[in-house]
C-alpha cells in the first residue's frame, strides 16, 4: 500500500499553485539496484507519463510549469525540496518517492545527498517551459493554468489511481 500525501499551496502573489492538490507518493517504487532511473522511465511511460522523460535533479531555485503537470521519480538519494513557493511546505524525498506537480505549483530544490538523481516525466500536451516568479509570468500564468487538461492516468497508479479521484475532472478557478 503506498502512503500518499496532499498538500494544497496558496497563491502566493508570484507563484500561483494550483487549487488541486500537490501529490506525494512515499516508497511508491521499489527500484532496482541497476538502473533505478530506468525503472521509474518505464513506470511513468506504461501510464501515459512519457512525454519529454529526463534525468538529473532538481533546481535549485524557484520556479513552476505554467503549461503542463509534472510527475518526478526519486531515482537515488535524499533531497529538501520546497514545494509551493516561498511559505510552501519543505519536504524530504527519497529513492522510491514520487511527487505530483499539478501545472503552477512551485518548486525548489533545497538540499541533497551526493548520489540524488530525478526522473521527470509529463503527460501528453503541451511543452514543458519553466517559469520564474514574476510579476508579469504570475498574470500570464493564471491564464495558461487552467488551459491545462487534466491528464488521463496517474503516473504511478495508472487511470484508477488517485489522481483521478483527487483531481476531480472540473479545475475550480484560479485567484
Not at 513557493?85 to 525548489?108: F, K, N, P, S, W
Request: glycine fraction near 10%; hydrophobic fraction near 40%; charge should be positive.
Amino acid at each position: 500500500m503506498i502512503e500518499i500525501k496532499t498538500f494544497v499551496f496558496p497563491d502566493d502573489g508570484l507563484v500561483p499553485n494550483n487549487p488541486l492538490p500537490f501529490l506525494v507518493y512515499k516508497s511508491a517504487i521499489n527500484l532496482p539496484k541497476r538502473d533505478p532511473e530506468g525503472a521509474i522511465e518505464k513506470l511513468f511511460e506504461s501510464n501515459g507519463w512519457g512525454r519529454q522523460l529526463w534525468r538529473n535533479g532538481i533546481f535549485y531555485y524557484l520556479h513552476y510549469h505554467a503549461t503542463v503537470h509534472e510527475a518526478l521519480g526519486i531515482a537515488s538519494g535524499t533531497a529538501r525540496v520546497r514545494f509551493g513557493g516561498d511559505a510552501g511546505e519543505e519536504i524530504r524525498v527519497m529513492a522510491g518517492d514520487v511527487v505530483v506537480l499539478r501545472a503552477g505549483t512551485g518548486h525548489q530544490c533545497l538540499e541533497t545527498s551526493a548520489d540524488f538523481r530525478v526522473v521527470g516525466g509529463y503527460p501528453p500536451g503541451a511543452t514543458m517551459q519553466i517559469t520564474r516568479p514574476t510579476k508579469d509570468n504570475h498574470r500570464k500564468a493564471l491564464r495558461t493554468i487552467p488551459k491545462v487538461a487534466l491528464p488521463d492516468s496517474d503516473p504511478v497508479q495508472g487511470r484508477d489511481g488517485a489522481l483521478a479521484r483527487l483531481w476531480q475532472a472540473k479545475s475550480p478557478p484560479l485567484n
